[in-house]
Structure formats: structure tokens, C-alpha cells
């Protein structure tokens, strides 16, 4: 079963490894790097090895069983 999450983006944009540090995915944007870099991380239904990719609005970004919706506030 998938988690959903929705992450409300205040701003531009956000970093891969940190999205996954402010949703609480890991303790931290080091830890961020190392998951992304894993290969475990998905944006858009596309492997994301990037960890400083920039996610807007409006992308999905999926970490095994958990699915982080980014909205606009």
C-alpha cells in the first residue's frame, strides 16, 4: 500500500535531498544524498539520481512505498 504525502512548496522550488529531509524521509540532507544516490528515488516515474535536482510544483516524487505530492501554496 502507498503512503501519501503532500508537500505544500512555498517557494520556487526544492531540493531532491532536502524534500526528502522536510518530509521526514531521513534525518538529514547527507542521508537525503545517499538515498538518491541509491537509485531508490523516482520523480516522475523516472530514476532521479540527481540530489540536488530542483523539484516544482506539481511533481511527484516516489521513495519505495511512500509517494510525496508537490503542491503550490
Given at each position: 500500500m502507498i503512503?501519501?504525502?503532500e508537500?505544500e512548496?512555498?517557494?520556487?522550488?526544492?531540493e531532491?535531498?532536502?524534500l526528502?529531509k522536510?518530509?521526514?524521509?531521513?534525518?538529514?540532507?547527507?542521508?537525503?544524498?545517499?538515498?538518491?544516490?541509491?537509485?531508490?528515488?523516482?520523480?516522475?516515474?523516472?530514476?532521479e539520481?540527481?540530489?540536488?535536482?530542483?523539484?516544482?510544483?506539481?511533481?511527484?516524487?516516489?521513495?519505495?512505498?511512500?509517494?510525496?505530492?508537490?503542491?503550490?501554496?
Amino acid at each position: 500500500m502507498i503512503q501519501r504525502i503532500e508537500f505544500e512548496l512555498d517557494r520556487d522550488y526544492v531540493e531532491l535531498n532536502q524534500l526528502l529531509k522536510l518530509t521526514g524521509l531521513c534525518d538529514s540532507g547527507g542521508q537525503g544524498k545517499q538515498i538518491v544516490a541509491s537509485g531508490a528515488v523516482y520523480v516522475d516515474g523516472q530514476q532521479e539520481l540527481r540530489k540536488t535536482c530542483k523539484i516544482h510544483a506539481g511533481q511527484v516524487v516516489q521513495l519505495e512505498d511512500v509517494e510525496i505530492r508537490v503542491i503550490a501554496v
